[in-house]
């Protein structure tokens, strides 16, 4: 296929990712409305469906934990969000690769591409999370920030397919900013965990002991939403490490030195020492738990800005990436 | 550990024992990366001396903030990565990491050599925990238990009641490692500032460049590099090669820098032909050269007031946007009967817009012009002050005029001008480019690498270990003609317990019948 209709289908894929991707976030912000409600409407609505429906369920088991459970019936919003996420990030890829072929390259050159790539990132590590996590209530946030990403990319930050300035043509490129790319993927799922987790503690700890209503008492347990937190920052974590390594050793190739306190380099270094006292606040008396997941969330938003605010604010020799 | 908020007990030795304890607990290491964290914010925001990208920034800040700027400077907020306080954090963690972490090593060796401990009284309080009923020999259950867990690569201790495993030692195996090459890559990032340096030296099509530091336009040595002993090497750039995006959206964009070079790597040597990229430097022993820009330098002869040609060269113009527009200065010392001083662009497609100024449109030469005004009198070289190249003094030098407007004209290529009053006459010859390099050697780079690989091996291993215990427990009594078996596993990481690994113990006991499981501790959904 020529590379103009490529770039072309490219473009009208991530359009369509964007579509159903919002699509997918109502769906789930539907769901989580309906699961705000008190556990009385709740129940009379599951026997309403028992009864009425063709599958009679059984009647739910007295067990606490199963509580939080909802019956298939209310479930199903959850299953369409998840299938429209999925075929979303289908259309996603497709639009990335397409990008990808047009420019013969890597597709990730330029704040455009990045955001698109980036935002992939985040969407598969959120349904390879669900695939064995607790983990749809994050979907709705994370979502969220993926559509208004995908949104701002089209719009503010998008650049043309082509090629590369002769600084950003080496392979290390397409490695340091792969494992970025992943690793801030991971990290997107992490602070959504972190900050449901936060919220839930809060109602935990203002309702202590009774039943807790409203969005944040139908979250998972706090445990489990820690533990989610905990899992990804422990994968993304070696993976950022891996990917400033090799900013690191490709800065060394191109500038001659492998590290200079660059505003992103620093704001990487920023970020993984704010990862890494988060690490540590895991196992530290009085840091475990609500202290730490501030710590997680100051180190996304250090990966936050080091993205948006030092390409677009300051001045360094990686702000050649084209906005 | 816990440290207790003040020292028990009085004396010299309690206090500096209590604050050994403070300074290697995890609650300090927390913290002092939080201070690391937030040190390193001031230097991306603030302007910074050291950093190579805007070596005016400083200045300027300063200039515009006059108040504010000689206090910031005072507390280092200038040159924040090698600032007092900022060394002070991270040399604080440094220590504190090692008191934390050698002992931790210490007490990892003793473990691992001893037995697997003896299993707490009540298994059921642990992570995980399984009943289960024997119908055959104690001892042949146990066994099986042994041989299934050493399969495992767990260390194993049977003895008359229960089996003990432990396994996992390699997480903190990892943690060590990850933590001491923190030390070691420090160190080799002391060295390289310590031993090496940095250089940046501009070269013209045509011209040549001798490693020796009168040589550089710009060299930053490290306190303790010998730089009369830098690799003696000579370069000469033969070409110089550009290629621009011709059309579409991102067109001027650049595409591929070439610098051809001939290189001596030895004095006397055999002379070598090798093209320097962005992103392929060019390495001789330990020092390497690297394209980091490029950019014009018009050909121009002069003539002064006596007739006599002065002077015959390229002159660099220094690039001031991405279509390389470029700024310079031409100075004639050798002129006679007064010195001559040139101002003005060079454009490599030019654009005399009356709105905006000369500019240039395109990045390759397509319609290149010089655009010069002209002074006379004192370049003030002879004080031997040292001067920009890409600067006149003025205090001493008269502009040119015609009437009541400056002389000002604008050369092709082949044009001249000639001065009013038979000052002297400058003729645009042609246009060479550029190159520049940076040069450096930093003997520290091996070993810093040598440690970023362990850290990263360590980090992995770490955090992908689970370091835990199993304990498998046969009742002494049998109850209803079976014993009771008690299995249990106990993590000794954040992460918890591996699934279904007592699962697969339990299965693989012969004549062993699960007898319901405790819930664990936080039910997951799903
Ligand atoms: C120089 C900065 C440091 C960095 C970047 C760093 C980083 C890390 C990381 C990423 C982990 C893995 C966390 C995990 O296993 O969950 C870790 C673990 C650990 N660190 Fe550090 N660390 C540093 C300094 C220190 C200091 C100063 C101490 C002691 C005061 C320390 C003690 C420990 C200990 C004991 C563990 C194991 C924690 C556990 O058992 O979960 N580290 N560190």
């Given at each position: 296929m020529p590379t103009p209709l490529l770039a072309e289908l490219s473009d009208r894929l991530i359009y369509s990712a964007i579509a159903v991707y919002a699509l997918a976030m109502l769906t789930y912000a539907y769901q989580a409305a309906r699961r705000s409600q008190s556990p009385a409407q709740r129940s009379r609505l599951v026997e309403a469906v028992a009864v009425g429906g063709p599958s009679a369920s059984p009647a739910p088991p007295p067990n606490p934990a199963a509580v939080s459970r909802p019956a298939p019936a209310a479930r199903r919003p959850e299953r369409i969000a998840a299938a429209l996420t999925t075929l979303a990030f289908v259309l996603h890829l497709a639009g990335v690769l397409a990008r990808g072929l047009a420019a013969s390259r890597a597709p990730w050159g330029n704040m455009y591409e990045f955001t698109t790539a980036a935002t992939l990132a985040a969407t598969a590590a959120y349904l390879v999370f669900l695939r064995r996590q607790p983990v749809r209530d994050l979907g709705v946030w994370i979502l969220a920030l993926v559509t208004l990403s995908l949104g701002l990319a089209v719009t503010v930050l998008y650049t043309p397919a082509g090629d590369l300035v002769p600084a950003l043509n080496s392979y290390w490129l397409v490695i340091h900013v792969a494992a970025a790319i992943i690793a801030g993927g991971v990290f997107t799922v992490g602070a959504a965990a972190t900050a449901l987790y936060l919220l839930r503690r809060r109602a935990d700890a203002r309702d202590a002991g009774v039943a807790v209503a409203g969005y944040a008492g139908r979250l998972p347990a706090a445990r489990t939403l820690e533990d989610i937190a905990h899992t990804a920052h422990l994968f993304a974590f070696p993976v950022w490490t891996f990917a400033v390594l090799a900013g690191a050793i490709w800065a060394e190739d191109s500038w001659?030195?492998?590290?200079?306190?660059d505003p992103k380099e620093t704001w990487a270094f920023i970020t993984w020492v704010l990862y890494a006292a988060y690490l540590h606040a895991q196992s530290t008396a009085g840091w475990r738990g609500t202290k730490a997941g501030w710590l997680a969330l100051a180190g996304y938003a250090a990966f936050l800005f080091n993205f948006v605010g030092v390409n677009l604010f300051i001045n360094g020799l990686h702000s050649y990436a084209g906005v | 550990m816990a440290v207790p908020r003040r020292p028990t007990g009085g004396g010299a030795t309690a206090w500096a024992r209590w604050a050994w304890r403070t300074l290697t607990s995890m609650r300090t290491a927390v913290l002092l990366l939080l201070a690391l964290a937030l040190a390193a914010v001031p230097g991306s925001l603030l302007p910074q001396r050291g950093v190579a990208f805007d070596p005016g920034a400083v200045t300027r800040f300063n200039r515009d903030n006059p108040t504010l700027g000689p206090w910031l400077d005072r507390l280092g907020f200038f040159e924040v990565y090698s600032s007092p306080w900022f060394a002070a954090i991270y040399l604080l963690l440094m220590v504190s990491m090692t008191g934390c972490v050698l002992p931790r090593a210490a007490r990892l060796w003793e473990s691992a050599r001893a037995e697997p401990p003896r299993a707490p009284?009540?298994?059921?309080?642990?992570?995980d925990h399984r009943r289960a009923t024997v119908t055959v020999e104690r001892a042949q259950v146990l066994q099986a238990a042994a041989v299934h867990l050493r399969a495992r690569r767990f260390r194993v201790v049977v003895d008359e009641h229960s089996v003990r495993a432990e396994k996992g030692y390699l997480r903190e195996v990892g943690n060590l490692v990850f933590h001491l090459s923190l030390l070691v890559l420090l160190f080799g990032v002391a060295i390289g500032s310590l031993f090496g340096f940095e250089g940046r030296v501009i070269v013209v099509e045509g011209a040549s460049f001798t490693n020796t530091r009168l040589q550089y336009d710009e060299f930053t040595p490290g306190p303790?590099?010998?730089?009369?002993?830098?690799?003696p090497f000579s370069l000469t750039l033969d070409d110089f090669t550009a290629e621009f995006e011709t059309s579409g959206p991102q067109r001027g964009s650049a595409r591929d820098f070439q610098a051809d070079v001939t290189v001596l790597r030895t004095p006397g040597g055999a002379s070598e032909a090798v093209t320097v990229k962005v992103n392929h430097p060019l390495r001789v022993e330990g020092t390497k050269v690297f394209l980091t820009g490029n950019g014009y330098a018009p050909v121009v002869s002069v003539r002064d007031g006596r007739g006599q040609t002065v002077f015959t060269g390229p002159v660099v113009f220094a690039p001031v946007d991405g279509n390389l527009s470029s700024e310079g200065v031409i100075k004639?010392?050798?002129?006679?009967?007064t010195q001559l001083g040139f101002e003005g662009f060079f454009l490599p497609t030019a654009s005399i817009d009356p709105q905006v100024g000369p500019r240039s449109l395109y990045p390759d030469l397509l319609d290149p012009q010089l655009l010069l005004t002209a002074y006379t009198g004192d370049l003030g070289l002879a004080d031997g002050a040292p001067q920009s190249v890409f600067r006149l003094d003025k205090s001493d030098l008269t502009q040119v005029m015609t009437g009541d407007e400056p002389f000002a004209r604008a050369l092709a290529p082949g044009e001249s001008m000639t001065l009013p009053d038979g000052q002297g006459t400058l003729t645009f010859e042609s246009v060479s480019r550029f190159a520049n390099f940076q040069i450096a050697q930093d003997p520290g780079k091996e070993t810093a690498l040598a440690a970023a690989v362990a850290l990263l091996l360590g980090l992995t291993v770490s955090l992908a270990v689970r370091r835990r215990r199993i304990w498998i427990r046969v009742t002494d009594t049998p109850t209803g003609g079976a014993f009771t078996l008690e299995a249990a596993t106990y993590a000794l990481t954040r992460r918890g317990p591996v699934p279904d690994e007592l699962s697969s113990v339990l299965a693989a006991l012969p004549g062993t019948e699960p007898a319901g499981t405790d819930p664990s501790p936080h039910d997951r959904e799903d």
């Open positions: 001659g030195r492998y590290w200079g306190w | 009284t009540n298994l059921a309080r642990l992570d303790l590099t010998d730089a009369e002993a830098l690799t004639i010392p050798d002129a006679q009967p």
